[in-house]
C-alpha cells in the first residue's frame, strides 16, 4: 500500500536556525497538508496546499512557516528561524480528494531546538 | 469552545476484553468522522471512517465505529483485543461548515495498553 514518506526522521536543530522537513505524498494524491503535534498535547492543523498554492492555514501557521512543492514530488515545510517552542512532532499528510477522501499521515519527523 | 473529546486518557485491558473508546465532538452540521491509530513507533493510520450512509462502520483488524448524531458521538469498539492493539487512538473530525474542508480536528488520544 503506498504510503507518505518523511525525512529525517529526527531534526535537532539550534534556536534561531532554518530547518526543511521533507514530504512525499502518496503520488496521485492531489492535496497536501501538516500538522504538528507539541509533546502532550493534541494534533494540530498547520496548514494546506492544493495546485501549488496554500488552500488554508491556521493561525499557528505564521510568516515564519512556509511550503512549497518544489519538484512535484516532494512538499516541504520551512521554519526560517526556530523557537524553542517550535519543538514538536510535524506530519506530512495527502489526500485523493479534499472531500470524500480520508487524509493519510507519514511516520512525523520529530523536530527537537536547542 | 467546538472541540473533539475523548473519554478516557489511558485504559488498560487483559487480552480477549471488550473495548470501547468513547468519542465526543461538538460541532453541528455534517462531519466526517475518523479513527486513526498510531502504534508504537508507527505513523498515524486510518482504522475507519464515516462520511454518509450506515451509521456502524466496520474498519480493519476487527475494530468498529457507530455514529450516534443525537450524541454527538463516535465510539469505537472491539469485541476481543489482542496484545498487538496496544498502541494510541485518536478520533477525528472534518467539519466542513463549521471550519473547513481541508481542516482535521484530533482528539487528545486514548493510550491502550493490552496485557497478554
Known amino acids: 500500500e503506498p504510503e507518505v514518506t518523511q525525512t529525517p526522521s529526527h531534526q535537532v536543530t539550534q534556536m534561531g536556525q532554518e530547518v526543511i522537513l521533507r514530504c512525499v505524498p502518496i503520488s496521485n494524491h492531489l492535496y497536501f497538508y501538516w500538522y504538528r503535534q507539541i509533546l502532550g498535547q493534541k494534533v494540530e492543523f498547520l496548514v494546506s496546499f492544493y495546485n501549488n498554492e496554500i488552500s488554508e492555514k491556521s493561525e499557528i501557521f505564521d510568516d515564519q512557516f512556509s511550503v512549497e512543492r518544489p519538484d512535484g514530488s516532494n512538499f516541504t515545510l520551512k521554519i526560517r528561524s526556530t523557537k524553542l517552542e517550535d519543538s514538536a512532532m510535524y506530519f506530512c499528510?495527502?489526500?485523493?480528494?479534499?472531500?470524500?477522501?480520508?487524509?493519510?499521515f507519514g511516520d512525523g519527523t520529530r523536530l527537537s531546538i536547542l | 469552545a467546538q472541540s473533539v473529546s475523548q473519554h478516557n486518557h489511558h485504559v488498560i485491558l487483559s487480552e480477549a476484553a471488550s473495548l470501547e473508546l468513547g468519542c465526543n465532538y461538538s460541532y453541528g452540521g455534517t462531519v466526517n468522522l475518523f479513527w486513526y491509530v498510531q502504534y508504537p513507533g508507527q505513523h498515524l493510520q486510518l482504522l475507519l471512517k464515516?462520511?454518509?450512509?450506515?451509521?456502524l462502520v466496520k474498519g480493519i483488524k476487527g475494530f468498529e465505529a457507530e455514529f450516534i448524531k443525537s450524541k454527538f458521538s463516535f465510539n469505537l469498539r472491539k469485541p476481543s483485543v489482542q496484545w498487538s492493539d496496544t498502541a494510541e487512538y485518536f478520533c477525528?473530525?472534518?467539519?466542513?461548515?463549521?471550519?473547513?474542508?481541508?481542516?482535521?480536528?484530533f482528539g487528545p488520544g486514548t493510550s491502550l495498553s493490552v496485557i497478554p
Open positions: 499528510a495527502s489526500s485523493l480528494d479534499r472531500v470524500n477522501q480520508p487524509q493519510h
Open positions: 477525528a473530525v472534518n467539519a466542513p461548515r463549521e471550519t473547513s474542508y481541508d481542516k482535521v480536528i
Open positions: 464515516y462520511f454518509s450512509g450506515d451509521p
